[in-house]
Structures are given as structure tokens and as C-alpha cells.
């Protein structure tokens, strides 16, 4: 019986770049921004590092295939450097591998990193995506934000909620994540709006506002993963450990079965079931400090919270209108600013989350500082709502 | 002939859209004044991702509406407007209609009309099998030009074979002067013509009753006793004149569609018959005179079977699936007349991997899914596993076509991102009748009037133009029925 890999791994650094629409800056200088705070606060040199997991999402823009584009830029001594790509929780895949690799004993240090440029596409949103030679000829010509507006249609369906109701629950929280972003210098998007600025924004994709869509940006993220005596013995303190790392991944029941209704993501569901047992959570409601979601769209984040078990089936509106993912409510939720504020380069982004959860939980998070958090989850989530990949991971105090 | 060989059912499609032809006067006044004198009705106007094979695939299937279709030995589609100069345009229709292979097509053209002469070959041929008939014809005309004006988009088909005929073939003449009232050169994407008086006088007013008495004489009927005449042309009064000097009585003469479909080419000589067929009773004598380079006359006589099909009435059925659109830049943008700013989304490479095209031909052209015979589940597409989770049974499944099942919307969006040639681009997951489901693009919707629940039907349309190799890409899409 697998044990899991529950506080057999810590996290020695993390580094992130700031997050934006960094026009002066190539994905490499972005990588070097990263690497060179994780180093620093990892305390070790590169030539420890002895595995990588790279996670890059489009191929379109950005540095190409393989792994070559990181060892090149960082100089990586012949070691191996896996590139990994799974849509948008490409970033928690890098971290899963480098992770694993650490607990299987193979090696003793590695390194997960994701970098993404969007911004060299020429147009705004994210890039167009190839999708194989028969996806093309029969999927429907369609968008990230028009992908996960039908979770609207159909959550509303389910429980006979007036769309008005919801969008006002899909304003709020995307107030909510202005606020918290604009206290992080690092966030892509840092003014603060109202409730009227979202509903009276733009159209994107029915009914998905501009401020209900998360920001498209340039930037990297990585972490240095090791074992707990290892990080001891390099003269760590406060360990922040990982308590589970899970990943769930459709396999064509959602699109073409009959049996999902549209309202919710499946995969969600199953992965955060599995890290719950990893991570010994039986009640996340009372037990997670802090959470930071894949709110794409702040229609994900809202669906999210239930498809956690946080908020009850068809009750997140309500949770979301009381400020229970407030800053100061009951779980915090996007402290950073989250996709929303703090942008999302895809392939960095589940790297980014664990960023800040490494910050709160060993109480560097400045100005944000969540009082004393001990468990915090991050959700990482690619695709669309009928096809897609959707990784959990749990890390807190270690021993916690 | 024998009596229970002739047409056996007919079928007809219309583009939804229909222009209004005072739009487009209103904005050419400053340019052409004269063209208010033909501001009167509607035209049908495909819609963007409407083309002659998806109007020719939908005329087929409402002619082909209850029938087996394995009973379809020989296809002929006429067009002078054709996607393809070298891809067998009928092959795509019969692909997309799930004919059996072991069938003999051909791309009739080079005439306006190729549909009539291609419903008299059919007429003519000796196998056994059903022989249908499609035209269908979406032709460009110049900006505030009198095409523009007069020209429609549309489609009809017409199924002949052994059975019980609803009409049968009692005469035909085909007349084949080279009088070029209008002409298209290679590669011309719009129509050159002479001044109309001489073609209404030298040319329709003087082949075709020659060639309509050939063809009564022959018969031996008399011209008095036709009760339908089909005179396929929406020039001002020239069915009333050609009906005189035949001696066909004037109140035989059909309405043309003018008023609200306009002149559809290849196809319109098959839509007023098709049209006639709905008014028709038992012994009714139907003529068809169909123009171009000469003339081609069909004359049929209506037999008790009528009845069934009359009730089905398919082009009035089609015209009533109507929207009125008066948005003149709408057309001329749909039909490349004005070039817009389409954004650099627009430019994603559209290449159509042939190899992977061809593989999955039956999904993508015909819809074919798949139900598994272990569990039942029915499913698009057709994976090598059967997709319940309580099955996964390998290779379980037979073909199943989902082309004609009925479906609702379980979940839906307007996406004004994505790059659409009719932004905001509709989109959703529909359930299937029955089971399966898949997300789809939406085709015909009006702003604002989508919800969850709605009925749908499945219909072939246009998926993506890949203009630099000249490649169009087909898939069914969903719209509101």
C-alpha cells in the first residue's frame, strides 16, 4: 500500500519573477529573475541541483520544446532536465515531478521550474493554441473564457440561480483579488475596483466580463525541493513541507458520456478527494489556512470552492457574498492576488501559488501575512470544464 | 416508361438570412439611383459558413427525409459555383449524407442549366438504383450590380427511381444554342453580362418556346393543358411572355421566387418544381423550362401518390425558416465583397491534415458515432473504448450516425474572443436524444436567444475556410431548429 508522499519532501527555496507584461524581458531573463531568488533562498548552488522538471505550455510563443531551453539558460550541468506540459497546471506538474523524484530517493535536490511569455503573440488573451490534427476538424472554435462561461449556464441550470445572483458572486470575487493583489509587488495587476467596474465591463465570453477573466502575463516561478533531513542539515528552519500532491485527469467522460451536468469540474472532485487522504484532511472547511485557486475566470473560482468540498454543492454564492474567501474571512483565498491579479504565465502559475504558500506558512508574506497558517492548498486547473487537468497540492508546517 | 419510374420525392433548402433588397439599394443610391426600381422582396443569403455543398447537403436531406438512403445508386450535383475545381463535389455531399461507396457521381456545370439537364440524364439512365438530384448554387455579384440584386443562395434536390412516383417524365427536349447572355471565365469570381432586353428578346423569349414545343409535340400534349409552368428566371416578365408564345395559359405560370428568395441559379429550375410538386394535384402537368446556352424542357404529370409529399412541402418550408437581415455590410462581408480587419487571430493556420481527414471521414463528414453493443451507450466520436466507465468494452461499437438525431443545449456561450466571421461566436454542449453529447459550434443563432434546453438539430456547415490553399473544411454544427 502506497504511504504517500506526506512530509517526506520540503521545500529548501522558491523564487519568482514579478509577473506582467514584461516587454523588455525574454523568457530568459524571466528564468534567470527566478532562479537567482530561489538559489538565494534555498541556500544551495546550482551544481547540487541534480534533476529538473521544466514546465513550458505553449509552444506557440515561448522558448520551444525539451528541456534544453532551461539547462541553456540556467547552465545546468549536464543533469536531467524533463520537460513537462498539461495544460495550465503545467507548473504543479513540474513540481509533482521534482517532488516524486526527491521521495523515490533517486536523488536528493531538484528543481521544478515554469516559465511562460504570452506577451509576444501581438494580440491580447492567450495564445492560440494547436490542438492535433483531428481535434481541429470537428472541436468547436473555441476560447479559454468561452470554455468556462458554460459552467455559468449550466451551474444556474442546476439550481435554478438567477444569472444576476451569480455574476454578483463573480464580482465579488474578483474585487476580492484586486484588493489582495494590490498589496503584492509582484502582481501583474495591482489597482483595486468595485463591484460596478465588473459588471459594467466589456463582454469576453457570455456571461464573462474583462474583470471576470484572469490577466494574461509574462513570468517564471520555480522551487527547490529536498528531503527533511537534507534541509536540516543545510541549516533550515520552520520547514515547510509537502502534504500531497495530486492530479486528476479526464478521460473523455465529461465531454462524452451522460452522466456530468456541466456545473462542476470532475476532476477536481477526484483530486482533491486523493490529497485530502494524502494529506490526512478530513474537514478542509476547518482545517486549510489558506487557499490559492486556478480562478481563470472568477466563474472557475466559484465552482472550485465547492468541487474542494469547501463550500457545500450550490451553496458557494452564498460563502462567496459573505466573505468567506475574503482576506480576512474564514479561508482566505487568492492572497497573492491569484490568476486574477497576480497573473498567468501558464506554465509558472501552479509554481507561483506554492510561492505564496511558502511565504504564509513560514511567515515571510510581509504585508499579506495571514495570521499563523499552518495548511495551505493550491489548485491548479487546464483545459476546460468538460476536458481537462486539474492538480491539488497540500503543504503546510512540516509535521503539521 | 414505365409507370412506376419518375421522381419519388424532392427536397429544398434556403439559406436563412434574407437580405433586404431595399438595404441594399439604400446604400448604392449615391451610386447606382436605378436600382430602387428592383428594391422590392428579399434575396436568401447564405450565411458565412454556408457554401454550395453544406446547402446541397441540407436540400438532400429534406429529400431524402424517411428513406433509406441505401437505396441512392447515383448522385449528381450541379453547380457553376462549386468549392472545388478538382475534389468530386458530389463525393463530399454523399460523404456528409453517409452514402453507400459503391455509387456513380458527377459534378454537373458549365450552364445555368446544369440542374434541369441533370435531372433529364437522370431520367435517361438505365441502372436500377435511386438517382438523386442536387443543385445548388451561391453566386458573387459586384456591389449595387443588378446580380446582386436578382441572384439568391440556395439548394433543391430531387430523387428519381422505381417506387411510387409522386410524378413521372411524360416528354423532355434539350435545345443547345451558344447564346451568351452572361458568362464567368476561369477563375472570374463574377458574372459578365450583355444588355437584358436582348436577352429577354432574342433569347428567352425565342429559344425557349421552341424548345417547349419540340418537347410537347413530341409528348403530344397540348400547351393549353399545362397547369404548372416553371420558368426558372427572375427577370421582370419574361415567364408570362415565354408562357404566351408557347400557349401555355397565363395562370399557369409560377410564382419565380423573385419575392422572396431570388433567382437560385443552377438550383432554381429544381426549387420551382419542387415548389410546383407542394400545389399539385393527381393528373396536374408540370413544365419545366430550364435556360442557359439553350434550354432544357421537362414536362411531368402528376400521379395519385402526390399527396404525401405535397403535404411535406419543403420549400415553403425552408422559406419559412426565415430571418430577415438588413444589414447590407453583413453580405458584402460574408462574401468577401469588403475586405474587413478579421484581427490577428484570424490568421491561425487552417491546414486540413488530408491523411487524418480521410481516416476519419465517417466522423467528421457523415457524424458517425458510434453504440456499443455491450452496453448500449451511444457516443461521438467513436473511441476504440467504449467511454462508459462501466463498460470500456474494446471495439464494442457500430456505426451510429447522430447527423439527424435531435439534441438540446446543456451548456452554451457567446464568445465575442475567439475569431468568428459573425462575432459573438455561440458555442456549447448539446445532449443527444437518446445519449451522447459533444460541444459544438452553434450555427443561425439570433443574439440573445440561447438558453439551456433548447432544441437543436444538426446541420453541415462551413468549419474553417484555409484560403491560402484554397481548402474548405466541413463539420455539422448545431442550430436551433
Known amino acids: 500500500m502506497a504511504t504517500g508522499i506526506r512530509d ?252 456530468w451536468d456541466g456545473s462542476y469540474v470532475a476532476t477536481t472532485r477526484a483530486a482533491a478527494k486523493r490529497a485530502y487522504r494524502e494529506a490526512g484532511i478530513d474537514d478542509p472547511r476547518s482545517q486549510l489556512s489558506l487557499i490559492d485557486v486556478h480562478d481563470c475566470f472568477s466563474v472557475t473560482e466559484l465552482v472550485t470552492m465547492e468541487d474542494l468540498g469547501i463550500s457545500q454543492d450550490g451553496k458557494a454564492i452564498g460563502d462567496v457574498l459573505d466573505g468567506f474567501y475574503d482576506a480576512d474571512g474564514g479561508i482566505p483565498c487568492q492572497i497573492d492576488g491569484g490568476l486574477k491579479c497576480f497573473g498567468h504565465p501558464v506554465g509558472a502559475s501552479g509554481l507561483r501559488m506554492l510561492y505564496e504558500m511558502n511565504l504564509q506558512i513560514s511567515g515571510r508574506a510581509g504585508e499579506r501575512q495571514l495570521s499563523n497558517p499552518v495548511l495551505g492548498l493550491t489548485h491548479n486547473l487546464g483545459g476546460w470544464p468538460s476536458q481537462n487537468v486539474s492538480a491539488v497540492t497540500i503543504v503546510g508546517a512540516y509535521g503539521a | 416508361m414505365s409507370n412506376d419510374f419518375g421522381i419519388l420525392s424532392c427536397g429544398a433548402y434556403v439559406p436563412r438570412l434574407r437580405l433586404q433588397r431595399k438595404s441594399i439599394a439604400i446604400s448604392n443610391s449615391w451610386f447606382s439611383p436605378g436600382l430602387r426600381g428592383l428594391a422590392r422582396g428579399e434575396r436568401a443569403m447564405a450565411n458565412w459558413d454556408e457554401d454550395v455543398i453544406t446547402m446541397a447537403v441540407e436540400a438532400a436531406r429534406s429529400c431524402l427525409q424517411g428513406r433509406k438512403r441505401s437505396g441512392v445508386g447515383q448522385l449528381t450535383f450541379a453547380s457553376t459555383t462549386f468549392p472545388f475545381d478538382d475534389r468530386q463535389n458530389a463525393g463530399v455531399v454523399a460523404n456528409a449524407l453517409n452514402l453507400k461507396s459503391s455509387l456513380a457521381v458527377l459534378d454537373a456545370s458549365g450552364s445555368q442549366r446544369a440542374g434541369a439537364s441533370a435531372l433529364s440524364a437522370a431520367f435517361g439512365s438505365s441502372a436500377g438504383s435511386d438517382f438523386l438530384v442536387v443543385a445548388s448554387e451561391k453566386r458573387q455579384a459586384k456591389a449595387a450590380s443588378p446580380q446582386e440584386m436578382h441572384y439568391g443562395d440556395g439548394a433543391a434536390a430531387i430523387l428519381v427511381g422505381r417506387g411510387q412516383p409522386i410524378a413521372r417524365l411524360i416528354g423532355s427536349h434539350s435545345e443547345t444554342v451558344d447564346f451568351v447572355d452572361h458568362f464567368r471565365g476561369r477563375g472570374a469570381d463574377y458574372d459578365y453580362g450583355w444588355e437584358e432586353r436582348w436577352i429577354r428578346e432574342e433569347g428567352y423569349q425565342k429559344i425557349v418556346p421552341r424548345a417547349i414545343g419540340t418537347a410537347l409535340k413530341s409528348a403530344e400534349v397540348s400547351p393549353e393543358s399545362i397547369t404548372h409552368f416553371c420558368m426558372p428566371c427572375t427577370l421582370s416578365r419574361v415567364g408570362a411572355a415565354v408562357a404566351k408564345a408557347a400557349g401555355i395559359k397565363e395562370e399557369a405560370v409560377r410564382d419565380n421566387l423573385a419575392a422572396v428568395c431570388g433567382d437560385t441559379g443552377t438550383a432554381h429550375s429544381l426549387l420551382m418544381l419542387a415548389h410546383a410538386l407542394e400545389d399539385a394535384k393527381p393528373g396536374d402537368r408540370i413544365l419545366v423550362a430550364a435556360f442557359g446556352q439553350g434550354c432544357e424542357v421537362l414536362l411531368f404529370e402528376v400521379t395519385d401518390a402526390i399527396s404525401e409529399a405535397a403535404a411535406r412541402k419543403c420549400v415553403s418550408a425552408t422559406l419559412a425558416r426565415r430571418k430577415e437581415e438588413s444589414n447590407y455590410q453583413k453580405f458584402l462581408a460574408f462574401n468577401d465583397t469588403v475586405v474587413l480587419e478579421h484581427g490577428m487571430r484570424s490568421e491561425m493556420d487552417k491546414i486540413t491534415t488530408l491523411t487524418s481527414l480521410y481516416r476519419n471521414r465517417d466522423t467528421v463528414m457523415g457524424m458517425v458515432g458510434g453504440r456499443c453493443r455491450c452496453c448500449g451507450t451511444r457516443q461521438f466520436p467513436r473511441g476504440r473504448y467504449c467511454v462508459n466507465p462501466e463498460c470500456n468494452a474494446l471495439d464494442s461499437q457500430d456505426d451510429l450516425p447522430f447527423s439527424d438525431t435531435p439534441a438540446t443545449v446543456m451548456t452554451y456561450t457567446a464568445d465575442s474572443l475567439t475569431y468568428s466571421r459573425n462575432p459573438p461566436h455561440y458555442y456549447g454542449m448539446v445532449r443527444f436524444e437518446g445519449g451522447g453529447r459533444l460541444v459544438m459550434d452553434f450555427a443561425d443563432v439570433d443574439e440573445g436567444r440561447m438558453e439551456v434546453g433548447l432544441p437543436m438539430r444538426m446541420m453541415f456547415r462551413v468549419k474553417d475556410y484555409d484560403h491560402a490553399r484554397g481548402f474548405v473544411r466541413y463539420f455539422w454544427k448545431a442550430a436551433p431548429i
Request: aromatic share 8%.
Open chain 1, 8 to 259: 517526506k519532501v520540503v521545500i529548501l527555496g522558491m523564487g519568482c519573477s514579478k509577473f506582467g507584461e514584461r516587454w523588455d524581458c525574454n523568457a530568459e531573463d524571466l528564468m534567470v529573475e527566478a532562479f537567482e531568488e530561489c538559489l538565494k533562498d534555498a541556500g544551495v548552488e546550482r551544481k547540487q541541483i541534480e534533476a529538473a522538471w521544466f514546465g513550458t505550455a505553449a509552444d506557440e510563443v515561448n522558448v520551444g520544446k525539451s528541456g534544453t531551453p532551461l539547462a541553456v539558460t540556467l547552465r545546468l550541468p549536464y543533469i536531467p532536465v524533463t520537460r513537462v506540459e498539461n495544460f495550465c497546471a503545467t507548473g504543479t506538474e513540474a513540481f509533482r515531478g521534482a517532488v516524486y523524484a526527491v521521495a523515490s530517493g533517486a536523488v536528493d535536490i531538484a528543481l521544478a521550474f515554469g516559465v511562460e511569455k504570452l506577451k509576444d503573440t501581438g494580440y491580447p488573451g492567450l495564445p492560440q493554441f494547436t490542438r492535433g490534427t483531428f481535434n481541429n476538424q470537428y472541436w468547436a472554435n473555441m476560447t479559454a473564457p468561452g470554455n468556462f462561461a458554460q459552467l455559468a449556464s449550466a451551474y444556474c441550470a442546476k439550481y435554478g440561480v438567477d444569472p444576476k445572483e451569480l455574476k454578483r458572486a463573480m464580482a465579488h470575487i474578483s474585487v476580492k483579488s484586486h484588493a489582495n493583489g494590490s498589496r503584492n509587488p509582484k502582481a501583474h495587476l495591482r489597482n483595486r475596483i468595485t463591484e460596478e467596474d465588473v459588471l459594467n465591463a466589456p463582454m469576453v465570453a457570455e456571461p464573462l466580463g474583462l474583470y471576470d477573466c484572469c490577466g494574461v502575463s509574462d513570468g517564471a516561478a520555480c522551487a527547490i525541493v529536498t528531503t527533511p533531513d537534507i534541509a536540516r542539515a543545510l541549516g533550515k528552519k520552520d520547514l515547510v513541507s509537502v502534504k500531497a500532491v495530486q492530479l486528476a485527469v479526464s478521460n473523455g467522460e465529461e465531454a462524452y458520456f451522460d452522466k
